[in-house]
């Protein structure tokens, strides 16, 4: 659903979605080809912003910032 909709955001969007399992690519390609109606696009652009760390705390500071 992620991906099919920022396919229809617009030519410009590329998404890029990492895995490593054949089936997953296969899920992924389909989002070509699942179309969202107007009302799915708003209700999608419309849903309220992540909350929350992405990453648990002692593990943030692993991370280069």
Known sequence: M?????????????PIPGTKRVSRVEENTAA??????????TRLDNLPPAVG???Q???GQLIEK
């Open 53 to 55: 760390d992405r990453f």
């Open 32 to 41: 070509d080809t699942l179309v969202l109606t107007a009302d799915q696009l």
């Open 2 to 14: 992620a991906l099919a909709w920022l396919l229809a955001k617009g030519e410009d969007i590329a």
């Open 57 to 59: 705390e002692e593990y």
